[in-house]
Nanobody, 131 residues
Framework: QVQLVESGGGSVQPGGSLKLSCVFS????????MGWFRQTPGNAREFVAH????????YYADSVKGRFTVSRANAKNTVYLQMDSLNPVDTADYYC????????????????????????WGLGTRVTVSS
């Protein structure tokens, strides 16, 4: 069974940076594409970023493009989310998610942005951006 464990959340002032990590275990990490989502109370889970399982192509929500960077280290079974130029609207619980070897349609249909298309989820890590 796949397990995902996020870490790296915390409190930061506007303009600051944080780097989130998500450690994957239980299966072959190389075969999984990974996503990052975030959620605030009373709102739906929102797509943030995605990295493919082959080629390491990345996708971002418009709201974070140019500020956030998703990467993966297959040797460490870990996916990262580097968050720069943080502002209060980035305050949320951040979750990583995994999907087993998605095909072309997963990307052509934009399913990488859809939470219920993923197979596994972590429990989240909280990010608070406040002065």
């Amino acid at each position: 069974q796949v397990q995902l464990v996020e870490s790296g959340g915390g409190s930061v002032q506007p303009g600051g940076s944080l780097k989130l990590s998500c450690v994957f275990s239980g299966r072959d990490f190389d075969m999984y594409a990974m996503g990052w989502f975030r959620q605030t109370p009373g709102n739906a889970r929102e797509f943030v970023a995605h990295i493919m399982w082959v080629g390491d192509n990345t996708y971002y929500a418009d709201s974070v493009k140019g500020r956030f960077t998703v990467s993966r280290a297959n040797a460490k079974n870990t996916v990262y989310l580097q968050m720069d130029s943080l502002n209060p609207v980035d305050t949320a619980d951040y979750y990583c998610a995994a999907i087993d070897s998605p095909g072309y349609e997963f990307y052509s249909n934009g399913h990488y942005q859809v939470p219920n298309k993923y197979d596994y989820w972590g429990l989240g890590t909280r990010v608070t951006v406040s002065s």
